[in-house]
């Protein structure tokens, strides 16, 4: 195998005892990725008030004929009765965070689908009816960035201060 190996060698107990959290908390990083999790479905949750996408482009509008029907929240998009926005959840697997919904049409709102996409009914209509258009709400801003440097800047120095 190739590679690098680093051994480091302190007298000063303080200094061991610091390298020695800053490399607990990188061979445990659930902690530090449960709070970058959060903040991740907060500035998510966020983007359903903002109805803009982590780019910071606006959704596009509801068709006219889909406000028609559109209740409560007609006003809303992506919010009939708040279920996907409820719906996110940050999940850590090992070294791993995922942040996402369950429910199968937050994929159909994430990127969006084309009219008959997922068949016919037994009557033969399109799934969907008609053209959805992507809303991205999942993914990373620049604000989020900054956001998760702090947060892993914070574990760290938190663990080397012991």
Request: proline share 6%.
């Amino acid at each position: 195998m190739s590679g690098a190996r680093v051994e480091l060698e302190f007298d000063n107990a303080a200094v061991l005892t610091a390298v020695r959290g800053a490399l607990a908390e990188l061979a445990d990083p659930r902690p530090m990725l449960l709070d970058i999790g959060e903040a991740l479905v907060n500035s998510t949750r966020d983007r359903f008030s903002a109805q803009r996408g982590p780019d910071g482009q606006t959704w596009k509008s509801l068709s006219p004929r889909y406000l028609a029907t559109k209740s409560p929240n007609p006003g809303k998009i992506l919010q009939r009765r708040g279920d996907l926005v409820r719906q996110i959840f940050p999940q850590v697997e090992g070294a791993t965070l995922l942040v996402g919904t369950d429910r199968v049409y937050g994929a159909v709102h994430q990127f969006g689908a084309l009219k008959g996409a997922f068949g016919k009914t037994r009557r033969g209509a399109p799934i969907p009816w008609g053209d959805i258009a992507a809303r991205p709400f999942l993914g990373i801003s620049d604000d989020d960035a900054a956001e998760i440097i702090a947060i892993a800047r914070d574990h760290l120095q938190a663990r080397l201060q012991g």
